[in-house]
């Protein structure tokens, strides 16, 4: 009997480019790895792609900021890993000046443009979704990630 392990791993990748090589590289190597164990391996072979493709393995989140270009190649992204067969769990819409609760009037038109934004994620892109509100101080380690969380 085998004891069940949670593994935490963050990928933090740009949303084109070398996150598609990656998927390329991960696809290609389940291909050989498929291809050579065919009819010869006494167990099940699971390649990288196979845990990516598994929700209960792997937990794809999304993190974009508010923003119409950073939306956009995200919701590519999403596209893309929709294509190999692996649905992201969530978006996280990061550095959001409307979850910080502001109401400065100088910032208003970016606060508007800003929920354009997140109404695209919340209401087309995502299943689930999460803003971090924007912090004069990035929140670094346990308790400052705990305190942005409340």
Sequence with gaps: MTEARSAFVVLDTAPTGHTLLLMDATGAYHRQMTH???????GRVVTPLMRL???EYTRIIIVTLPEVTPVSEAAALQEDLRRARIEPFAWVVN????ASGSR?????????????QVER????????TFAVPWCPQP??????LGRISE
């Design 36 to 42: 050579a164990f065919q009819g010869t391996a006494s």
């Design 95 to 98: 550095r959001s000046l409307m």
């Design 121 to 128: 994620v919340t209401h087309g892109l995502a299943r689930r």
């Design 104 to 116: 400065d009037p100088v910032l208003a038109s970016r606060v508007a443009n800003e929920a354009r």
């Design 139 to 144: 929140p670094v380690g346990v308790a400052a």
């Design 53 to 55: 493709q598994d929700p």
